[in-house]
């Protein structure tokens, strides 16, 4: 097998390179805290979608900063007591999918949220303002604002928990019985919402993304999906004075760092010739899980469809409803 990475068994034992701040867990406590205090304001607004099993909502949500943050919501048309429900996280600077990509797990008896990433392909708002440059990424923008608390995907990653908690308190939804899934991006953001809200009950993120930093640089792999970190460097610090700083700044949105916050049960699926996200930065995330957890591999697969993990994700979720 060809190797764009380090060998299986080298990977088994990786844990990262990148820094992790020393305030890294009151960061995030204080994040969930603003959280806590945040009017969401939720809406949910009958969609002009219609099928005869289930009913479609556009949901809002006032996020923190004050941004309007939508989601795709569906729930069956008819409900016996509590129904299991899955979040789902889309890639980066797409949008939460066609209604009817939701309609197998509403045929299951599952209510489905889908987030639509604030300033991406969707219609959520992004009010945040940071002072430093906000070209090219969402990674860097608030990486030269000197207050960390600006870093655009700490706000993100607070919209999944946000997304999960108004999910959980529906009164026809078992707050036990939830789970989250997603590939790229929408796998970073699938392990940012497991660390910060434990009671989910289960994930599958797919090659995420977000993770390991200072790895990918390493491997000169800083393009595509990380195409950002090279341009920020090139204009705002090319003589890398500041790297050291910077990489640690990121370790705040670093979905590695939020891992051994993990309960949740965990199947990854990570291709081993992906080099956008590079399988030792999915695995520096991985390997740090404490939680019950199954690693699926594909050898000869990179950032792509990866066959039968859709169908192995859904009989994931459905044991939830055992």
């Not at 604030?118 to 990424?137: K, P």
């Not at 919402?193 to 200072?214: H, M, Q, T």
Request: charged letters at 25%; glycine letters at 8%; one cysteine or more.
């Amino acid at each position: 097998m060809p190797i764009v990475d380090m060998p299986v068994k080298e990977l088994e034992g990786y844990l990262g390179s990148s820094p992790k701040p020393a305030d890294f867990d009151a960061y995030w406590e204080k994040a969930l805290a603003d959280l806590d205090a945040q009017d969401l304001n939720v809406q949910f607004v009958p969609a002009d979608f219609h099928t005869a099993n289930a009913e479609f909502y556009d949901l809002f949500f006032t996020g923190v900063g004050g941004s309007r943050i939508h989601a795709k919501f569906v729930k069956p048309r008819k409900i016996e007591g509590k129904c299991p429900a899955v979040l789902q996280f889309h890639g980066y600077t797409g949008d939460c999918g066609d209604w009817s990509s939701k309609l197998n797990y509403v045929s299951e008896g599952f209510v489905v949220a889908a987030l639509d990433c604030r300033g991406q392909g969707g219609i959520s708002e992004d009010q945040a303002s940071v002072r430093g440059t906000t070209y090219h990424g969402m990674i860097i923008r608030g990486l030269d604002d000197p207050d960390p608390e600006k870093l655009h995907y700490r706000n993100v990653y607070l919209d999944t928990v946000a997304l999960a908690r108004i999910v959980m308190a529906l009164p026809y939804v078992d707050e036990t019985r939830v789970g989250a899934m997603g590939g790229s991006q929408g796998g970073g953001l699938t392990m940012a919402c497991i660390g910060l809200e434990p009671r989910i009950n289960r994930a599958a993120p797919v090659y995420p993304f977000l993770s390991d930093y200072k790895r990918v640089w390493d491997m000169d792999l800083d393009q595509k999906a990380y195409e950002e970190l090279r341009s920020f460097f090139r204009h705002h610090d090319p003589r890398h004075e500041r790297e050291d700083a910077i990489f640690e700044k990121l370790g705040y949105i670093d979905v590695a760092n939020l891992a051994p916050r993990v309960k949740a049960t965990v199947k990854m699926a990570t291709g081993l010739m992906d080099d956008v996200c590079p399988p030792s930065t999915q695995y520096a995330a991985y390997n740090r899980l404490t939680c019950e957890k199954t690693h699926v591999l594909y050898p000869d697969f990179g950032h792509e469809y990866l066959p039968g993990f859709d169908d192995i994700t859904f009989q994931f979720m459905l044991e939830m409803k055992k």
